[in-house]
């Protein structure tokens, strides 16, 4: 720690930054088992949460972790820790699409877990995404993979396993609590919070409320619940083009 917690005198802890480069080291060891790399990035994650790395040294860290995140062969807890990682992650204009393009070809890809695939959803919703980043096609890679999971999530939808998952992809679009900060430290996370991204999340947040809903309530995911979520991706492909 740079600087140690006082709550009497009011310090908050501060994270040691320069542990940073020794993390990325470990991380992009190809001879690190998965076992050692995983606490490197809750390390690298807690220097991003309470630290204060500037913009060179998060967009180190960032390159770091999409490089580590663009194979679907490691450990799915690994893929896990690092798209929770993106989402701590803010950068300029000109560089935060690098993190934003690693999230969403996370989300789309059908070849990972869904728990892995709504962790990067949810960060999704911390991170900024600027226009140039096409915030409506990031909402739909998102209620794509919704709908996905709800087809998959259908015959065995009383299985807990998917209330964590259906819960990450409700926290894409909105806080999980009044006090969170998104990745800039200064906003409130979601998509729909989001000026660049609120229009967009809105109509794919009512369509997709009700399946997070029932999943959580414990109830069937029937295709009545699942329909309005399709129909309306239907719609845009038809009215977009894509």
Known sequence: EAVSEDLRNKKMREAFVPAFEPLLTVILDPQQPPVVKIPAVYGLARILRT??????????????????LASNETHWWYQ??????????????SKQPIVVKALKNVVSDPDRSWTVRTE????????????????????????????????????????????????????????ESPNEKDATKNGTPGLLN?????????????????????????EPL?????????????STVATTGK
Do not use: H
Request: glycine content about 4%.
């Open 51 to 68: 630290g204060t790395p500037n913009v060179g040294q998060r967009t180190k860290i960032a390159e770091a972790m999409i490089a580590e």
């Open 80 to 93: 896990m820790r690092l798209s929770s990682g993106l989402g701590l992650i803010a950068l300029d204009v």
């Open 120 to 175: 990067a959803a949810k960060s999704l919703g911390q991170v900024p995404i600027p226009p140039v980043s096409d915030p409506s096609s990031v909402v739909r890679a998102i209620s794509e993979m919704a709908l996905q999971m709800a087809q998959a999530a259908q015959p065995n939808s009383d299985n807990k396993i998917w209330k964590t998952r259906f819960f990450k992809l409700y926290l894409a679009f909105q806080a």
């Open 194 to 218: 989001q000026a660049t991204a609120s229009a967009a999340a809105k109509t794919a947040y009512a369509n997709i409320v009700p399946l997070v809903s029932a999943i959580l309530k414990g």
């Open 222 to 234: 029937t295709a009545e619940k699942i329909s309005p979520l399709q129909e309306w991706l239907t």
